[in-house]
């Protein structure tokens, strides 16, 4: 029996009392002894939380009641056991760091694209209007590594501020085509495709990233797992978290694995 909720939500929102909602927020978290993180910034809020799921859900009602909040959809996920260690709020320049201030998606998104659209269209080879679709997978490296779309485009980054170095390096290959970014909930591929129709390209984002396909689609032309940043690793297509696999110390001298990361949040 899987007791524990899961919930992952973002929203681009302009904040400007962030210590004052940091401690509103980390002590209604406490209470209702909720354990993740929670991200705050000058562009929105970006959070990972675990716990009873009427003491979850309760905790998304009460953000909402803040017009800033209404809007927030979180993606659920259930598990047996509690996934995060403990409980923090953090103040950063950025919900999730790209290091371009000009993109602001509280001014307006890229167009989205629902899952189920997506699935006609690689069902069907093209768009609705008959475009090459491409795939861009805008998470880090060692996540690709544990799933992806079959025959997405993964310029093997290692932090989402690779981003636009590497568009520049591959601009050339998505000319003329209909580009679909993605990600694990929806927030990087949210300002990437921002940045993409920026340099001229026909971006557009996943709405819900990889869990809201899984959530609505399944696993169609999906290939392996999605990495999470908690302590489940990665969730199969039917939201059903995989048995964690313990790193096991590296002889002297040799790299560390990049398998499995532990993190609390994709900030990066």
Known sequence: ??????????LFTPLDDL????SVLLERAVRAQLKG?????????????AGEPGAVRGYVDDLRT?????AL???ESWNEAQPFGRMLVKIKNEIIRMNHPTIRPAEGRAPAVAPQTLRRWLDQGHDDDGREVVLLDTRNDFEVDHGSFDNAVDWRIEKFTQFPQA???HRGDLADKTVVSFCTGGIRCEKAAIHLRDQGIDAHQLEGGILGYFEHVGGAHWNGECFVFDER??????????????EKPEPAGRPRRRGIRR?????D
């Open 1 to 10: 029996m899987s007791d524990v909720l899961n919930i992952s939500a973002y």
């Open 19 to 22: 210590e004052r909602l940091r």
């Open 37 to 49: 993180t929670i991200i705050l910034a000058g562009e929105g809020i970006n959070l990972f939380l």
């Open 66 to 70: 803040d017009p800033r909040f209404a």
């Open 73 to 75: 959809t979180p993606k």
């Open 167 to 169: 568009l520049q390096a």
């Open 233 to 246: 690793v990665a969730l199969a297509p039917d939201l059903s978290p995989r048995e964690v696999v313990e």
């Open 263 to 267: 993190a609390e949040s994709p900030t």
